[in-house]
T-cell receptor
């Protein structure tokens, strides 16, 4: 069974500050891990994906995440927040081998203050 | 990565009626997935749809309420049947592309 815990349903940062969104996972098999972003009234857009290659994964819009097996974590970071980063962010876990359903965390709403 | 066109983007429906949501993928995919996102909530998987076989439903979801078709490797539909206000949600389809799972833009359903 797989599960995802996103710590903090709401995160607020100032423009230009570091963004850190936390995600911990549980998986009985080697996982694939994903971060998605959802802007208001839109669908989900893939930010980045971990697939057992490099543990530091770089995604779009300046985001990156580091897979830490020992901590079962896959936290999302961005060095400098921009107003356009305000959105809901979802961490998800799937099983390696592909073609498996994703299990999503409850989401973290990011607010960026001017 | 696969691109998914989903329609309608939104609809307001009367209770007791049904709505069919369509998803068209720009490449052939083995599996497609249908999710529900209730207001202020995360995504919950409704079912997995393979071409040529019946969909596999998750606990709490039944075929009579959410019938799914998957006639070929690029298309799927989800019907929300006999709707009630509790069905008001965003419904999203998904498929695995080369880089990751791609999602349609979602259907925002309001049942009145």
């Amino acid at each position: 069974a797989q599960s995802v815990t996103q710590l903090g349903s709401h995160v607020s940062v100032s423009e230009g500050a570091l963004v850190l969104l936390r995600c911990n996972y549980s998986s009985s098999v080697p996982p694939y891990l994903f971060w998605y972003v959802q802007y208001p009234n839109q669908g989900l857009q893939l930010l980045l994906k971990y697939t057992s290659a490099a543990t530091l994964v770089k995604g779009i819009n300046g985001f990156e995440a580091e897979f830490k097996k020992s901590e079962t974590s896959f936290h999302l970071t961005k060095p400098s927040a921009h107003m356009s980063d305000a959105a809901e962010y979802f961490c998800a876990v799937g099983a390696q081998g592909g073609s498996e359903k994703l299990v999503f965390g409850k989401g973290t709403k990011l607010t960026v203050n001017p | 990565s696969a691109v998914i066109s989903q329609k309608p983007s939104r609809d307001i429906c009367q209770r007791g009626t049904s709505l069919t949501i369509q998803c068209q993928v720009d490449s052939q995919v083995t599996m497609m997935f249908w999710y529900r996102q209730q207001p202020g909530q995360s995504l919950t998987l409704i079912a997995t749809a393979n071409q040529g076989s019946e969909a596999t439903y998750e606990s709490g979801f039944v075929i009579d309420k959410f019938p799914i078709s998957r006639p070929n490797l690029t298309f799927s539909t989800l019907t929300v049947s006999n709707m009630s206000p509790e069905d008001s949600s965003i419904y999203l389809c998904s498929a695995e592309g080369n880089y990751g799972y791609t999602f349609g833009s979602g259907t925002r359903l309001t049942v009145v």
